[in-house]
């Protein structure tokens, strides 16, 4: 018979009860709505370190990723994570310990035995003693929890992992601001002295006769309201450097930066498919890996229906003299074993079932929800791209003709055919248009950074780690 027994309770080992996870049938769409179904090689597949091929960009990115405070959070909680999954694997195992104790007894002369004539009331008892207890995992309760605990691993590694992906766009977008606000302020520091020296010609023509003195005043108010955007952009060229500074885990300071990013650089690749992003995004996967896990707590909630076997045993040494504590005489072992099955619990663990599955049915709501977010950004992204490098063509020739206009109206000017309206009006209009123009470069590069980052690049599985 004792053959039989070990066959069926090895048998009941290998059951796991519950709900095995399946990946859900989410069916995203076949393309994006801005391109046509383009398969192969994705803006995805390219490594942060060559989309970004600017030194010192790279160099601003591996200094954040080492010294973000917001991204080693994230790191800690993936070896708290990695611990849990540790302590749920260890009670898949016996458990062994040593136990040594000392003691001074005192026995009542009125008890229910009476002491025999002539002992002693007191004495000592001296014991070592090693014991071990192991659970018969017999419904999966604990290769469930297991299970939950390696998936919640996963999630928090994606998770970390989508942190260190925003937080490289970030750093990328950062110094794209940056670096157009110095743009913009070179910009107005360049007006400005164009202003000025308008400013010095108008008094020159009205000294001699040849203009109004309001010419001259409307030249200096002009100088003076670009000399006052000149320190509104020094201040948000500051601010942008404080900003970014923090990002890289540092002290609000100045920020070493080169040119800005070229077009030519960014690489013409196609999105990719939207089916891809349930592999790529770092996000969805999180999400997706919490859906595992709460579909493992089901089978560990299930489990709590069924008897539950543990086996005890302990061997050792008991004696009322030390030295004798070693001696055969004194061996003492036992070995049992204990079955604990619920009878009645007023619904407390089928209460627990039910909280489970509801815990498994928010997590695929999230798991849905976290895909959908997903294409949405994509698609917002490709629509921002195309958007802003139609708007950057527009605004280059928008300053090339408002050149030409301050041109013509420069001479007509010194040809004393047309007031200094008109030459006011076209520089500012060339103003606004050289900004504009800054803009719009700006806006096309960020938003080729959030579709990098909608798309969940960063690291491709064939690039180094």
Known sequence: MRPAWLLVLLALAGCKVGPDYARPELAP??????????????????????????????????????????????????????????????????RLDLAAGAARLDVSENGFTPLPAGADDQGSLYALAGTASWELDLFGRLRRASEAERARLAAAEFTHRAAALTLVAAVAQGYVELVDLDERLAIARRTLESRRAYVELARVRFEGGRTSELDWR???????????????????????????????????????????????AVPAVPAGLPSELLERRPDVRAAEEELAAATAEIGAARALLFPRVALTGELGQESSTLGDLLEAPARVWSLGANLLQPIFD????????????????????AYEFSLRAALRDVEDALADRRRAAGRRAAEAQRVTAERKVLELADLRYQGGVAAYFEVLDAQRSLFLAELDEASARRDELVAMVRLYKSLGGGWPAQAAP
């Open 29 to 94: 769409p076949a393309a994006w709505r801005a391109e046509g179904a383009e398969g192969g090689a994705s803006l995805a597949e390219v490594a942060w370190w060559e989309l970004f091929d600017t030194p010192e960009l790279v160099r601003l990115i591996e200094t954040a990723l080492a010294g973000n405070q917001d991204l080693a959070l994230s790191l800690e909680r993936v070896e708290f994570a990695r611990a849990r999954l540790g302590l749920a694997r260890a009670d898949l195992y016996p």
């Open 218 to 264: 409307q030249a200096e108010a002009e100088a003076f309201r670009t000399e006052a955007l000149v320190h509104d952009f020094e201040g948000l060229v500051e601010r942008a450097e404080n900003a970014l500074a923090l990002l890289l885990g540092g002290n609000p300071g100045r920020i070493e930066r080169g040119p800005a990013l070229a077009f030519e």
């Open 346 to 365: 007023a619904g407390r663990n089928r209460r627990g079932i039910e909280l489970a599955e509801s815990v498994q049915r928010q997590a695929l709501l």
